[in-house]
């Protein structure tokens, strides 16, 4: 005799209203386990990344840099942050790709590529201590257009990565080399260095 066994899974859609309730993202540690980081809300609008230090706070950042959805990164040394985006936004056309002009010269002219609504997205930022932007990363350089198909979409939301808001695979993580490690709904892993 079969046994069936049926999973239900219930996606949660984003909602700022349920971010600022929970008040805080998900602390995570260095990976030499020396410093720790959340990012906390206080109000809407009002939030502080704090990085600690065995259980003391190192330091503070009174800034929103995303929200407590998202997944933060520190370095061994506790000096820069990666943040990634857990449900990034799609773009939206530009007006003048709804209503494409019709001139007499326009089978002459090149086509215009396809818009595209994931790729120019930015998905993770690399930030020191005092806010300042290092780096950052747009879905087109984790995930090819023909991945794009693999996106888990809510809305204009949309799901990049595995191990995140019911999409099987690992957590994104901190590896023993000091770098952020995930993959991708493709599925592919990357690692992204601090540039310490």
Same mark, same amino acid.
């Given at each position: ?32 386990? &020396? ?9 809407? %609008? ?11 706070? +190192? #330091? ?5 840099? %995303? ?14 942050? #990666? ?17 494409? +002009? ?5 089978? +002459? ?15 993770? #930022? ?13 879905? +087109? ?27 099987? %695979? ?10 952020? &490690?995930? &993959?991708?709904? &493709?599925?592919?892993? #990357? ?6």
């Amino acid at each position: 005799m079969a046994r069936w066994q049926t999973t239900l899974l219930v996606l949660v859609p984003f909602s700022p209203a349920l971010a600022d309730e929970q008040g805080h993202s998900r602390g995570r540690a260095s990976s030499n386990a &020396e410093y720790g980081i959340v990012m906390r809300a206080e109000a809407p %609008g009002k939030c502080r990344v704090e990085v600690t230090r065995d259980a003391e706070v +190192a #330091w503070t950042l009174p800034h929103c840099v %995303g929200t407590v959805d998202d997944l933060y990164f520190v370095s061994d040394s506790g000096e820069r942050f #990666w943040v990634l985006a857990s449900l990034p936004k799609s773009l939206l056309p530009p007006a003048s790709a709804a209503q494409p +002009a019709v001139t007499k010269k326009s089978s +002459a002219r090149k086509k215009a590529p396809p818009f595209d609504a994931y790729g120019p997205v930015v998905v993770a #930022w690399l930030y020191d201590r005092l806010g300042n932007l290092v780096g950052e990363r747009h879905l +087109a350089e984790l995930l090819p257009t023909s991945g794009h198909r693999k996106l888990r979409t809510l809305d204009r939301r949309f799901v990049w990565l595995e191990g995140v808001l019911g999409v099987p %695979g690992r957590e994104p993580r901190a590896n023993e080399q000091n770098q952020v &490690e995930f &993959e991708t709904v &493709e599925p592919k892993t #990357w690692r992204l260095e601090y540039g310490e």
